[in-house]
């Protein structure tokens, strides 16, 4: 059985930096993506940013030159580096691991943007 484990989320002025880090437990087969999801109270679930096994990462525009992620696909673990937050940013934070078969979601973390 495979679970992702998200870790550093928290409260941070803005202008500030946080640094988002899953790792997944389990054995993974045919890893394809991994990326970062997040959900603000009253809005939809939104991309963030995600790394293809082929082609170029993707980020959402409103991140762009602020967020960046890395991933490992031999240990399974993805990280999101986010500078200069906004309070825009505020949200929960997801990992997201997709393999050919499957997709696997992490618990969450809160993000806090003051202002």
């Known amino acids: 059985q495979v679970q992702l484990v998200e870790s550093g989320g928290g409260l941070v002025q803005a202008g500030g930096s946080l640094r988002l880090s899953c790792a997944a437990s389990g054995r993974l087969l045919g890893l394809n993506v991994m990326g970062w999801y997040r959900q603000a109270p009253g809005k939809q679930r939104e991309l963030v940013a995600a790394i293809p096994r082929r082609g170029t990462i993707n980020y959402a525009d409103n991140v762009k030159g602020r967020f960046t992620i890395s991933g490992d696909s031999a240990k399974n673990t993805v990280s999101l580096q986010m500078n200069s937050l906004k309070p825009e940013d505020t949200a929960v934070y997801y990992c997201?691991?997709?393999?050919?078969?499957?997709?696997?979601w992490g618990q969450g973390t809160q993000v806090t943007v003051s202002s």
């Open positions: 997201m691991l997709q393999t050919y078969a499957n997709v696997y």
